[in-house]
């Protein structure tokens, strides 16, 4: 089915370990984001793209970081996990920008670090 | 910084009733977006306002953009079990690509 595929679906970590959660999608969008959702807060911006080559910071970017070398692909490192990075992730996607047409969401990726 | 608050935060009513969800900000939107959440999904676009005072309605769903264009309300008549979920609004502001959202209703409708 079309749409945005995150990989995994789970994860534990331990502090200090490193890892990449992957996003890809296949409508040709040329905009991607990663956002954050914790209780009570919402989902919060990490970084975002608008088209491959090009990324940029979000509302929260410190221990992430990015790169977009395909328009397909938009994967998220964490460098040196800690507690408080324990979150669901989503990743979106959108043809044109959000701000008419809104993002198309992943189901998330659940991580825990221990 | 949290420039989008929703209220209530919660709400749980019985099948039939009528509700209204607002989402509000001292910030000047170019656009709102509503979206609905279920557990273990990404959230998914219910509507799209651009226009100050503009309503749209999706069924049972009527959505408002403020004559400011600062705040939005989502009122839903006749709820019904399947409009339970988290509701997120969501806005941009003007040259600006970044979709900011708000903290969320989790709306409970019980049989």
């Known amino acids: 089915n079309a749409g945005v595929t995150q990989t995994p679906k789970f994860q534990v970590l331990k502090t200090g370990q490193s890892m990449t959660l992957q996003c890809a999608q296949d409508?040709?969008?040329?905009?991607m984001s990663w956002y954050r959702q914790d209780p009570g807060m919402g989902l919060r911006l990490i970084h975002y793209s608008v088209g491959a080559g090009i990324t940029d910071q979000g509302e929260v970017p410190n221990g992430y970081n990015v790169s977009r070398s395909t328009t397909e692909d938009f994967p998220l490192r964490l460098l040196s996990a800690a507690p408080s990075q324990t979150s669901v992730y989503f990743c979106a996607s959108s043809a044109t920008g959000p701000l008419n047409y809104g993002y198309t969401f992943g189901s998330g990726t659940r991580l825990t670090v221990v | 910084t949290q420039l989008l608050k929703q209220s209530p935060q919660f709400l749980s009513i019985q099948e039939g009733e009528n509700l209204t969800v607002y989402c509000n900000s001292s910030?000047?939107?170019?656009?709102l977006q509503w979206y609905r959440q279920e557990p273990g999904e990404g959230p998914v676009l219910l509507v799209t306002?651009?226009?100050?005072?503009e309503v749209k309605k999706l069924k049972r769903l009527t959505f408002q953009f403020g004559d400011a264009r600062k705040d939005s309300s989502l009122h839903i008549t006749a709820a019904q079990t399947g409009d339970t979920g988290l509701y997120l609004c969501a806005g941009a502001h003007f040259g600006n690509e970044k979709l900011t959202f708000g903290t969320g209703t989790r709306l409970t409708i019980i049989p």
């Open positions: 910030s000047v939107f170019s656009s």
């Open positions: 409508m040709n969008h040329e905009y």
């Open positions: 306002v651009v226009t100050g005072g």
